[in-house]
């Protein structure tokens, strides 16, 4: 057979549910999508329940997309996300999501993400890098900006363990609770004494920081408190070229999502403009794939602002990048051809409006290319897809309708 190509494109957080604004429909259901319906019209539609009607995080639902094993292949959040954006990490640290917050003074989350918005956030993280911990100083604390209101941060020393938890620290409106150990170990309960020092400092630090004095001249709200979450070790896993015998690429601006596939070695592709946030440039994230897939057996394309909007409750905003999204599509659909290319389109979790937090619900997935059976949807949203061809398919067997797509999907049994 000839070589052919896939291209999988993931809008975060894309499934929903009804809004009352838009007359009982979802954002993709009010939106206009002309070249999403032209991709499912062309043909194979169905619904993906990424982890079997369980929510999950965003790094997580990628790895079961690609066809790895939710708990043996996952090392935690923090070191995809140092991995994403090149915070260098040895065997042994421990490394964290962080958030910039906003609390009041008695240590009760006021805003989890701190605005999102945060042009300071820069400058605030290598304010926290290299914090030194009082009475450990063997150990060392790292902290990189990712994007919005994100950072990696890592923990590296002697004696350190990942089996630590902050229960209810990126909860808003309640207090920041402090980081304790999962286990009896010496280790466990030196990280959690350690996390707790940083953070208490990195509050100290924020509060008397020069750019929060700007903030507040112009009655803008501080940025005074680091949530740390997601802890992990750094470790490897299988690569998809090792385990599936494809070679892979992405292009994202999202730290995270770049820290999954850097992870399962898939290439990540430059692209300029790519942020992660509603500002991206999707047209140049288009063109990244388009010059680039005909090297690759799989190329993923991410796009982050769907699930932001998601989680701020922006319904009106959802729709409008939706339709923004299905216009870089139609781009791309000009310079591929689905004769030959396999082109699938759908999210990694839903993140309804009216809940404003990933939820278990299925999201839409359409399938196009030279053998795909056609089926009658003509339009692509929750509710039509629910009647097509694929059915519903559990997000851990996506991959291996690619790979049987392409032809790299090794007989079972032989």
Do not use: W
């Amino acid at each position: 057979m000839e070589k052919r190509n896939a291209i999988i494109i993931i809008l975060d957080g894309l499934g929903d549910l009804p809004v009352p604004e838009f007359g009982g429909l979802t954002p993709l259901q009010a939106a206009k999508n002309p070249n999403l319906d032209r991709v499912a019209a062309a043909g194979a539609c169905g619904l993906v329940l990424v982890a079997g009607g369980k929510a999950v995080e965003s790094d997580l639902a990628h790895l079961i997309l690609l066809g790895y094993d939710p708990v043996k292949d996952y090392p935690g959040r923090g070191p995809l996300e140092a991995l994403g954006i090149g915070l260098e990490l040895q065997p042994g640290d421990i490394a964290f999501r962080g958030n910039f917050a906003r609390v009041d003074e008695n240590g009760v989350i006021l805003d989890r993400r701190g605005g999102r918005k945060i042009p300071e956030a820069k400058e605030l993280a290598s304010s926290l890098d290299g914090i030194a911990v009082e009475g450990h100083p063997g150990v060392t604390f790292r902290a990189m900006h990712s994007s919005e209101q994100r950072l990696a941060c890592a923990l590296r020393g002697p004696g350190l363990s990942s089996n630590v938890s902050m229960p209810n620290n990126v909860r808003t409106g309640v207090r920041a609770s402090e980081c304790v150990p999962l286990d009896g170990t010496p280790e466990a309960k030196k990280t959690a004494t350690i996390v707790n020092a940083v953070v208490r400092k990195a509050h100290a630090i924020l509060e008397s920081h020069p750019a929060n004095k700007e903030r507040a001249s112009s009655n803008q709200p501080p940025i005074n408190a680091l949530l740390l979450y997601g802890p992990g070790e750094a470790r490897t896993v299988t690569s998809m070229k090792d385990l599936f015998h494809v070679d892979a690429a992405c292009v994202a601006g999202n730290g995270l999502i770049k820290g999954v596939c850097k992870y399962v070695g898939m290439v990540v592709l430059p692209c300029d403009g790519a942020t992660g946030t509603a500002s991206t440039d999707l047209d140049a994230k288009v063109e990244a794939v388009a010059r680039h897939y005909k090297d690759f057996d799989v190329t993923l394309l991410h796009v982050k602002a769907t699930d932001s909007f998601g989680h701020d409750k922006c319904c009106e905003k959802k729709k409008a990048f939706i339709e923004a999204v299905d216009a870089a599509i139609g781009k791309l659909l000009g310079k591929i051809d689905l004769a030959k290319t396999f082109l699938f389109v759908t999210g990694d979790h839903a993140t309804p409006c009216v809940v404003g937090n990933h939820t278990g619900d299925p999201v839409p997935i359409a399938m196009a290319g030279p053998t795909v059976i056609r089926d009658h949807v003509t339009e692509f949203d929750e509710a039509n897809c629910a009647g097509g061809y694929l059915g519903r398919v559990e997000g851990k067997y996506l991959m291996a309708i690619v790979l049987n797509k392409l032809d790299k999907l090794r007989k079972f049994g032989a």
